[in-house]
């Protein structure tokens, strides 16, 4: 009964949703004039990059910010204790990651770096590095542990954030107004320390929970 | 290249999205769900984006923010499940049937 009553609500909605993307569009075009002819003055190539760290530098402010929320909920709802490194069961696996590890690492710097002229920047560099983390929390040879070093490296992104808006409101502009020239140097100081916070979140929050304390802390 | 048959099929990503979250209880089932509504909520943001000349950045931009922000979401529910599974030794919803 429940399958049924969902599928006719599923299919209403894809009615209003289909007479509604399908209407006439007065406008096409949005802001895309405006949002290539000031790239210059924005501090990076990549249209999509100005967008994301120049014209709506805010909204990706508070999405570092939701990065860490989210951790730091999933670290509130379960302790993960320490298990033995399992990666002799997988000899395949470490076999690949010798391969593959440096080569993620090596991409992922790869991808932050051209993300102010091409396809790029701090999150999909950030996701691949979490996926060759992921990759070898499989084989037991990344075990994080909750400790100032990744408690830092978690925080570091939105830190560098909030820093460097503070410093353009300090300097008498307006929120995330970055100074003529400085732009392209301060995206990439920004995306540097998201990149790091990025790989480490996501590489965390696979772990489900809040690991065990390093051997160095009480 | 008109964006019409990407704008149908973003939409109806979000259905049979919508009909999977409404109709299963098995949390992992619900959660896969709702990541299938957020994929046609992007793809219907793409494809508006593709309508003039030159594809426009605004949208493709909050659509990397949402799957950013989807990916947080889907990370806690997982947390969120896997609670419960804990706490009840179940990860799904209710117990009625209709």
New interface residues.
């Given amino acids: 009964?429940?399958?049924h009553?969902?599928?006719v609500?599923?299919?209403v909605?894809?009615a209003v949703?289909?007479w509604?993307?399908?209407a006439e569009?007065t406008e096409?075009?949005?802001?895309?004039s405006e949002?290539?002819a000031s790239l210059d003055r924005a501090g990076a190539r990549n249209?999509?990059t100005?967008?994301?760290l120049s014209?709506?530098g805010y909204?990706?402010l508070l999405?570092v910010g939701?990065?860490l929320?989210?951790?730091a909920?999933?670290w509130s709802?379960?302790r993960v204790p320490s298990t033995e490194p399992h990666g002799a069961e997988r000899p395949l696996l470490g076999a690949l990651l010798e391969l593959i590890l440096p080569l993620v690492v090596v991409a992922g710097g790869y991808l932050l770096w051209i993300g102010s002229d091409l396809p790029g920047?701090a999150?999909q560099g950030g996701?691949l590095i979490a996926g060759g983390l992921v990759l070898a929390r499989l084989r037991g040879a990344y075990e994080p542990r909750d400790g100032v070093w990744l408690r830092l490296g978690l925080v570091a992104g939105l830190l560098v954030f909030v820093g460097v808006a503070a410093g353009t409101l300090a300097a008498g502009g307006r929120l995330l107004e970055y100074p003529e020239g400085r732009a392209s140097s301060l995206i990439l100081l920004i995306e540097g320390a998201a990149v790091v916070s990025?790989a480490l979140t996501?590489g965390a929050?696979?772990l489900?929970?809040r690991p065990d304390r390093g051997s160095d802390e009480p | 290249m008109s964006p019409?048959p990407y704008?149908?099929a973003?939409?109806?990503l979000?259905?049979?999205g919508?009909?999977g979250l409404?109709?299963h209880r098995n949390l992992l089932r619900c959660l896969l769900a709702i990541n299938v509504m957020g994929s046609g909520v992007f793809l219907?943001f793409i494809?508006?984006?593709a309508?003039?000349?030159?594809?426009?950045?605004?949208?493709?931009?909050?659509v990397?923010?949402g799957?950013?922000?989807s990916?947080?979401?889907t990370?806690?529910g997982?947390?969120?499940a896997?609670?419960l599974q804990?706490l009840t030794g179940r990860a799904e919803l209710g117990e009625d049937?209709?």
């Fill in positions: 009964m429940r399958r009553i969902s599928s609500v599923a299919f909605v894809f949703l289909a509604g993307v399908t569009w096409p075009g949005g802001l895309v949002a290539r249209p999509v100005a967008v994301l014209y709506r909204d990706t999405e939701v990065l929320l989210a951790i909920s999933v709802l379960r920047g999150f996701a990025i996501l929050m696979y489900g929970g | 019409d704008l149908l973003g939409a109806a979000f259905a049979i919508l009909r409404l109709a219907v494809a508006i984006g309508r003039g000349p030159l594809p426009d950045p605004v949208p493709q931009a909050m990397l923010t799957i950013v922000v990916v947080c979401a990370g806690l997982l947390a969120l896997e609670r804990e049937d209709p």
